[in-house]
């Protein structure tokens, strides 16, 4: 069995230039997820695990940590938010060793967005039912609902760019100004709208950390209001950005 160092498997698995991938690379990647991934990259390695079990094992902490933010008290959002800092090192580590091993494939990249989609709903969700206090039908666990409803949009928006370039026969690889804006104002408001970084809200990582910063508010006052107030700024957000993101695809040259 291989026992290639970390060295190695880092060298192998985070090509140049993959912190810097504008769209593609999250932030905590950047800053320091992708200094730790490939220590436990190195040990799937050595083990002889595929890439796609890993992608399976991301899915599964993303979705616990949705369920893990229902039950509720200020230990639960903690549990949350470790979880999903798993969840993104599973997420770099399966690309990590599919690149290390040769054993890149369309079936690792389709698992890895499902994965996406499945963690964002599943703690929206939580969250909602965590609002509502408890696991029963109500306004919040609906708010909850509506919100990962708008963030899987926004990301089938962004995933049908793809689907309907393929279907035209055009090429996959969208050049960086086919993705601004024909109209000079709708361009400007894109770039406010990016600055701004509103969108990151109903994110997994950004999402579980604020989590954790009301479930503490709510445990000094007593009650839910902090985190029946983030529920409702999820849901404008998630409202919002679904028709942004529209409107900046349908004014981009993305589907020329």
Same mark, same amino acid.
């Given at each position: 069995?291989?026992?290639?160092?970390?060295?190695?498997?880092?060298?192998?698995?985070?090509?140049?230039?993959?912190?810097?991938?504008?769209?593609?690379?999250?932030?905590?990647?950047?800053?320091?997820?992708r200094d730790l991934s490939p220590y436990l990259s190195t040990v799937f390695v050595r083990m002889g695990v595929p890439p796609n079990p890993i992608t399976y094992l991301m899915m599964a902490f993303g979705v616990l940590a949705g369920v893990a933010l229902a039950f509720g008290g200020l230990w639960s959002a903690i549990l949350a938010a470790v979880l999903i800092q798993i969840y993104l090192l599973l997420d770099c580590s399966d690309g990590e060793v599919a690149r290390?091993?040769?054993?890149?494939?369309?079936?690792?990249?389709?698992?890895?967005?499902?994965?996406?989609?499945?963690?964002?709903?599943?703690?929206?969700?939580?969250?909602?039912?965590?609002?509502?206090?408890?696991?029963?039908?109500?306004?919040?666990?609906?708010? &909850?609902? !509506?919100?990962? $409803?708008?963030? %899987? =949009?926004?990301?089938?928006?962004?995933?049908?760019? #793809?689907?309907?370039?393929?279907?035209?026969?055009?090429?996959?690889?969208?050049?960086?100004?086919?993705?601004?804006?024909?109209?000079?104002?709708? &361009?400007? !408001?894109?770039? $406010?709208?990016? %600055? =701004?970084?509103?969108?990151?809200?109903?994110?997994? #990582?950004?999402?579980?950390?604020?989590?954790?910063?009301?479930a503490v508010v709510d445990q000094f006052r007593g009650d839910l209001l902090a985190t029946q107030v983030l529920v409702v700024v999820c849901v404008a957000v998630a409202a919002l950005q679904t028709v942004l993101h529209l409107v900046s695809v349908l004014a981009s040259r993305r589907l020329h």
């Open positions: 069995m291989s026992k290639p160092s970390v060295a190695e498997v880092r060298s192998g698995g985070q090509p140049e230039g993959i912190k810097e991938r504008v769209n593609e690379e999250h932030w905590a990647g950047r800053l320091y997820m290390y091993t040769g054993r890149t494939s369309v079936a690792g990249i389709y698992l890895d967005r499902i994965g996406h989609y499945l963690s964002e709903i599943a703690l929206l969700i939580g969250l909602g039912i965590r609002a509502q206090g408890g696991f029963e039908a109500g306004i919040w666990v609906i708010a &909850g609902m !509506a919100a990962a $409803i708008g963030a %899987a =949009l926004i990301k089938v928006e962004t995933d049908n760019v #793809v689907v309907a370039r393929a279907k035209a026969g055009l090429p996959e690889k969208i050049a960086d100004s086919a993705m601004q804006p024909r109209s000079a104002g709708l &361009g400007l !408001a894109r770039k $406010i709208a990016s %600055a =701004l970084l509103f969108h990151r809200v109903i994110q997994a #990582v950004e999402l579980s950390l604020l989590v954790v910063v009301v």
